[in-house]
């Protein structure tokens, strides 16, 4: 399975964008999918993360309330609408799958085996 992340650009504090990670070769159906992002000089974290059937989310702390995750299993996709950015939420953004499909941790990032490329998110101030 390939995982290609989109959706990134510049935007200023407050206002909104929406990341998509499209899977090809493969249906997700059964894996989980997170979101993780990388600042500058930063690890990469966890920001978000949603079960292999949808039902079951989590998220980073710092996006809570502003960040939801979500599934389209027709099309294959995983979003993130993000709102109320911030210029602290700057960084690549990477979507990846887990085999661990009914919960997830946002947290367990050894548990993803398969990684998109990185789309960057630009907030500024």
């Known amino acids: 399975v390939q995982l290609q992340a989109s959706g990134g650009g510049l935007v200023q504090a407050g206002g909104s964008l929406r990341l998509s990670c499209v899977a090809s070769?493969?249906?997700?159906?059964?894996?989980?999918i997170g979101w993780f992002r990388q600042a500058p000089q930063k690890e990469r974290e966890g920001v978000s993360c949603?079960?292999?059937?949808?039902?079951?989310?989590e998220y980073a702390d710092s996006v809570k309330g502003r960040f939801t995750i979500s599934r389209d299993f027709a099309a294959n996709t995983v979003y993130l609408q993000m709102n109320r950015l911030k210029p602290e939420d700057t960084a690549v953004y990477y979507c990846a799958s887990t085999p661990f499909g009914v919960q997830p941790s946002v947290s367990a990032i050894d548990e993803y085996d398969c990684w998109g490329q990185g789309t960057l998110v630009t907030v500024s101030s």
């Open positions: 949603i079960s292999s059937g949808g039902s079951i989310t």
């Open positions: 070769g493969a249906n997700l159906d059964y894996r989980a």
